[in-house]
């Protein structure tokens, strides 16, 4: 763990000190997560009866995904997706979403 | 583990080079062409990237989208609603070039512009579209849509096609060509079939609209056809290719359609000829025998040419239709792709989803879903996912997808444009 913390204090650093010159690990969206805003609006100026998802809790986003999935939580679109992701993939896109603006 | 290794050593690398030579090693992507694959890579790349060098070469100063251009056509919209420009991507940092692009040197890593410029890349992103084959069916070329729109492109087409139906008398026949697979939007010649019943039982209810059609089958069939029957019994005929469907040559002056068995003399003839990528994928050598592009579904790297992408309507995406949400989700995993690759790590491996909705009244959507996996190398469909929607549903789900069409977008629009 210790060194864990301490090489993460040393990217921090670094960072500070050369400023982001790569992709941040933390931006780069897990397989399919990208997929989502096409329809979930990132920006908040956007006209949409369609839920933001970005920024919201992550097991939010699990609870409901995996209730389209089993049909528990009746929808259009969204059964229809949810049945194509594993849960680690779904929890990894949530995870993902929730760490968004 | 092995990204924040590799990140660690990058970063540590640039921090110990002076600044001068920190600015020549940003890395710098081209893209070539601003529709929504195109627009949405050059943002995300910026976004994961804020040090990357994006440059944009689009024609187009305005950009026309085609979803909901059917709209247009039918009178239920402005072509304004349909346009947007390249501001706020400039403002994020992309540069943007509005000329056309004519040449790449794969070797030399350049792209030549209209006005002689070779501007050079580390990574290059084609995302061109489609280009029509003019010539197919016979005698319908550029000089035949002016009096035959396609329609197929936004713009001045789309105002033309409207004007033609404005102006027709009631009883008139409205015909519309429909090419093989693969096309762009494979719903939308259905869709516009719709809206112009739509159209035609309101305004001009004498008349009809026939779809002659290369093909014996298309996306959300039955769904629209029980539309059909519903909503617009007798205002519209779909002809399949096994009933003689197929337009194989036209002609302009009488703006007769003619297939092998019959002639439709048509007082609107819109023509929706068979596609191919945007030629800037031929000159650049990363398109195939097909005329479309070959990709690697994980990077969209050509398997023909290093360091050029492919993403959008132009790339052979497998199971995935050539649509806007598809070239927008493209354009999100392609930067993701290269940024990694830039930092010397490996993409992960793909994933995308598409949505596509289509209407058959302004207050009745259809959708049609997919959930794709890289397999083989290629994209093919997540078993027990996506489809349509329910064949039985009441009208209440159909206008809420209406509603959430229309919601769809605003909301892409917005992230690529707004």
């Given at each position: 763990m210790g060194g864990v913390c301490a090489r993460r204090a040393l990217v921090a650093a670094v960072l500070l000190f050369a400023g982001v010159t790569a992709a941040d690990a933390a931006s780069m969206p897990p397989p399919?997560?990208?997929?989502?805003t096409g329809c979930h609006a990132s920006s908040t100026n956007v006209e949409t009866n369609v839920p933001r998802i970005?920024?919201?809790?992550a097991s939010e986003i699990v609870a409901a995904v995996e209730a389209f999935r089993s049909g528990q939580k009746p929808a259009t679109v969204m059964d229809r997706i949810a049945k194509g992701f594993t849960e680690a993939e779904i929890r990894a896109i949530a995870e993902w979403l929730s760490a968004q603006k | 583990m092995k990204s924040r290794r590799s990140f660690l050593k990058g970063s540590l690398a640039a921090a110990l080079v002076p600044m001068p030579a920190l600015a020549q090693s940003q890395p710098r992507v081209v893209l070539v062409g601003g529709g929504f694959a195109g627009a949405t890579c050059a943002r995300e790349l910026k976004r994961l990237m804020p040090d990357a060098r994006v440059m944009m070469i689009e024609t187009n100063a305005t950009f026309t989208a085609c979803p909901f251009s059917n709209g247009v056509v039918t009178g239920l919209r402005a072509l304004r609603a349909q346009q947007f420009n390249y501001e706020a991507l400039g403002s994020l940092g992309v540069s943007l070039v509005y000329l056309s692009a004519s040449k790449v040197d794969p070797q030399a890593r350049t792209v030549t512009v209209a006005d002689g410029t070779a501007l050079p890349y580390d990574r290059l992103v084609l995302a061109p579209g489609v280009d029509f084959r003019w010539?197919?069916?016979?005698?319908?070329d550029e000089a035949a849509s002016a009096r035959m729109p396609h329609a197929w492109k936004a713009g001045e087409q789309t105002l033309l096609l409207r004007r033609q139906l404005e102006a027709m008398e009631d009883g008139g026949l409205v015909a519309i060509s429909a090419p093989p697979n693969p096309m762009r939007c494979p719903t939308g010649v259905y869709e516009r079939a719709s809206l112009i019943a739509f159209y035609l039982k309101a305004r001009k209810p004498r008349s009809k609209v026939i779809i002659l059609d290369a093909k014996d089958s298309f996306p959300k069939q039955r769904l629209f056809q029980a539309a059909w029957q519903q909503l617009y019994p007798g205002l519209l005929e779909w002809v399949p290719l096994s009933n003689d469907g197929k337009v194989v040559s036209v002609e302009p002056a009488t703006n007769t359609l003619v297939t092998d068995f019959a002639r439709h003399a048509a007082a609107v003839a819109n023509v929706v000829p068979p596609q191919k990528a945007g030629a800037i994928a031929a000159a650049a050598g990363v398109a195939d025998r097909t005329g479309w592009c070959p990709i690697d579904p994980v990077t969209f790297e050509s398997p023909l040419q290093k360091n050029i992408h492919v993403i959008g309507d132009a790339a052979i995406s497998g199971a995935m239709a050539k649509s806007a949400f598809a070239a927008n989700a493209q354009g999100k995993a392609c930067a993701a792709a290269i940024a990694q690759l830039l930092a010397g790590d490996t993409p992960a491996s793909g994933k995308l989803i598409n949505t596509c909705y289509s209407l058959v009244a302004p207050d009745y959507g259809i959708s049609i879903v997919g959930v794709y996996h890289a397999v083989g190398g290629q994209y093919v469909d997540v078993e027990g996912a996506g489809g349509t929607s329910a064949l039985e549903a009441p009208r209440e789900t159909r206008a809420a997808e209406a509603n959430y069409a229309a919601a769809w977008f605003r909301t892409i629009t917005a992230e690529v444009f707004g």
């Amino acid at each position: 763990m210790g060194g864990v913390c301490a090489r993460r204090a040393l990217v921090a650093a670094v960072l500070l000190f050369a400023g982001v010159t790569a992709a941040d690990a933390a931006s780069m969206p897990p397989p399919g997560a990208a997929s989502c805003t096409g329809c979930h609006a990132s920006s908040t100026n956007v006209e949409t009866n369609v839920p933001r998802i970005a920024g919201r809790g992550a097991s939010e986003i699990v609870a409901a995904v995996e209730a389209f999935r089993s049909g528990q939580k009746p929808a259009t679109v969204m059964d229809r997706i949810a049945k194509g992701f594993t849960e680690a993939e779904i929890r990894a896109i949530a995870e993902w979403l929730s760490a968004q603006k | 583990m092995k990204s924040r290794r590799s990140f660690l050593k990058g970063s540590l690398a640039a921090a110990l080079v002076p600044m001068p030579a920190l600015a020549q090693s940003q890395p710098r992507v081209v893209l070539v062409g601003g529709g929504f694959a195109g627009a949405t890579c050059a943002r995300e790349l910026k976004r994961l990237m804020p040090d990357a060098r994006v440059m944009m070469i689009e024609t187009n100063a305005t950009f026309t989208a085609c979803p909901f251009s059917n709209g247009v056509v039918t009178g239920l919209r402005a072509l304004r609603a349909q346009q947007f420009n390249y501001e706020a991507l400039g403002s994020l940092g992309v540069s943007l070039v509005y000329l056309s692009a004519s040449k790449v040197d794969p070797q030399a890593r350049t792209v030549t512009v209209a006005d002689g410029t070779a501007l050079p890349y580390d990574r290059l992103v084609l995302a061109p579209g489609v280009d029509f084959r003019w010539g197919s069916p016979a005698r319908y070329d550029e000089a035949a849509s002016a009096r035959m729109p396609h329609a197929w492109k936004a713009g001045e087409q789309t105002l033309l096609l409207r004007r033609q139906l404005e102006a027709m008398e009631d009883g008139g026949l409205v015909a519309i060509s429909a090419p093989p697979n693969p096309m762009r939007c494979p719903t939308g010649v259905y869709e516009r079939a719709s809206l112009i019943a739509f159209y035609l039982k309101a305004r001009k209810p004498r008349s009809k609209v026939i779809i002659l059609d290369a093909k014996d089958s298309f996306p959300k069939q039955r769904l629209f056809q029980a539309a059909w029957q519903q909503l617009y019994p007798g205002l519209l005929e779909w002809v399949p290719l096994s009933n003689d469907g197929k337009v194989v040559s036209v002609e302009p002056a009488t703006n007769t359609l003619v297939t092998d068995f019959a002639r439709h003399a048509a007082a609107v003839a819109n023509v929706v000829p068979p596609q191919k990528a945007g030629a800037i994928a031929a000159a650049a050598g990363v398109a195939d025998r097909t005329g479309w592009c070959p990709i690697d579904p994980v990077t969209f790297e050509s398997p023909l040419q290093k360091n050029i992408h492919v993403i959008g309507d132009a790339a052979i995406s497998g199971a995935m239709a050539k649509s806007a949400f598809a070239a927008n989700a493209q354009g999100k995993a392609c930067a993701a792709a290269i940024a990694q690759l830039l930092a010397g790590d490996t993409p992960a491996s793909g994933k995308l989803i598409n949505t596509c909705y289509s209407l058959v009244a302004p207050d009745y959507g259809i959708s049609i879903v997919g959930v794709y996996h890289a397999v083989g190398g290629q994209y093919v469909d997540v078993e027990g996912a996506g489809g349509t929607s329910a064949l039985e549903a009441p009208r209440e789900t159909r206008a809420a997808e209406a509603n959430y069409a229309a919601a769809w977008f605003r909301t892409i629009t917005a992230e690529v444009f707004g």
